[in-house]
């Protein structure tokens, strides 16, 4: 597709017919699911001066009366989208959350993407969302075909959850970052053009014209973001979150922990109150169980990452609080799901099936007592759903042998992590117990 011929090319710009035309033949063979009308369909609107496609901010320009795009940008963007790989099993969920944003129909920008499916698929955008959906073309989000890769998932046979795979969350999260720093960039020339400039009237009519013709470039509307190295280490939660000015500073760094996304929000620990580090919000939510009660964790694939495949980053996250790293511990939930996943693997019975072997049902882990009083706090593992219905309590694990458990094997898996622990003390901890929520179905959740 490289030397593609585009129609209605006019020095390197080209018509958003032809740019729909050009983005959906290079992005054709790409794991993410594309668009037809990229630049046509709701909510493109290439009035507001841009479009979004994927991660990127591609500028359109008005020329002799009609809208048209770069060339060279569409094909950058396509390639970005190209390189992006997808697990169609690594969901993330997205909805439907209980606060739901029903002032504005979002006709037109900013994307504000979650809030959009949310309308879509509860029927609260009002009469003219409900004609576009009668009316045959759905919206697209940044370019992409979300409907395809969309999961709905039903509990208890009554309430449906919506699921997105991992990476296209971190695409939408990525343009949704990059708009608003477009947008920033526009209002700060605006006002730049806007400001007094010495000279007769004239002059200041032909510089405002000179400076509302230059367009912000869309890799590197503002100041870059920088990587996180450990700047909030020690400070508390309750203390930095009241401090003006903190959320845009978290916006100014990458995820600490996948180091690609933009930032989002501050993640802490519920425990010990402090802050861990700024994360995107696709790994903020990545670390919290799919079920949590009081003092019950459903433990489900999704510890498969936390604890195995990316277990060096998330130990050094969790680890970055100065309580649990004295401790050589984690939060107490998630100790539990340590417990149940990785120290009682063993014991996890099988049964013969179609294909083999199957792990039996799924593994559950509830506690009594408290982190606060070690001595009788008492973690069951127990086995869900068994297709036979002759398992049920795999193992009964006291808090304190449970931690010493996770410390010798977080000296095997992560030896620098370990050596930065400790002493192994459980003394100084929190006078009061922090109370769980219980239930994580919500929005606006960060439970460790």
Known sequence: MADLVVPGRTGGLITLG?????????????????????????????????????????????????????????????????AVGMDRQDLLRIG?????????????????????????????????WAARREGGQPFH???IDWRRILVEQTRDRTARTWWLPRAVVQLLDG?????????????????????????????????????????????????????????????LYSVLSRKPGTSGKVAGWTCAVCRTAPAGVLDHCHEHGYVRAPVCQSCNIQERPDHL??????????????FDTDTLEWLRHWHRCP??????????PHLAAWT??????????????????????????????????????L???TVDFCPSGEHRVLAQVPYREAAERFGAWLAEAAPDVAAAAGPDRLDGLPAQSRPVIADTSGDGLALF
């Open 340 to 377: 149940a996943h990785t120290a009682c693997r063993p014991l996890r019975p099988t049964h013969r099936g179609s294909r083999g072997r199957a792990l039996c049902g799924v593994l559950r882990v509830s506690w009594t007592g408290s982190q606060n009083t070690p001595r009788s706090c």
């Open 323 to 332: 309580g649990c790293r004295a401790r050589t511990t984690l939060p107490l």
């Open 18 to 82: 032809a740019a729909d035309a050009l983005w959906a033949g290079l992005t054709a063979g790409s794991a993410v699911p594309t668009a037809s009308g990229a630049f046509t369909g709701f909510p493109a609107d290439a009035r507001a001066g841009y479009v979004l496609l994927g991660g990127r901010v591609v500028a359109t320009v008005q020329t002799g009366g009609r809208w048209s795009v770069s060339e060279t940008e569409v094909r950058r963007a396509a390639a970005e989208l190209n």
């Open 293 to 306: 009660y009081s003092n019950d964790i459903r433990v489900a694939d999704r510890y498969t990452r936390l």
């Open 96 to 128: 439907p959350f209980r606060h739901v944003q029903r002032q504005g129909q979002h006709e037109g920008t900013p994307l504000r993407w979650r809030q959009r499916i949310a309308q879509e698929l509860q029927g609260l955008g009002g009469p003219e």
């Open 175 to 235: 343009a949704e970052h990059s708009e608003t720093r477009w947008l920033q960039a526009q209002a700060a020339q605006t006002r730049q053009a806007s400001s007094v400039v010495p000279g007769p009237p004239s002059q200041h009519r032909q510089a405002r014209a000179a400076d509302n013709r230059q367009t912000p470039s869309p890799d590197c509307p503002t100041t870059p973001l920088r990587p996180y190295t450990g700047e909030l280490e020690g400070h």
């Open 141 to 143: 989000l940044a370019g």
């Open 379 to 381: 973690l069951t593992v």
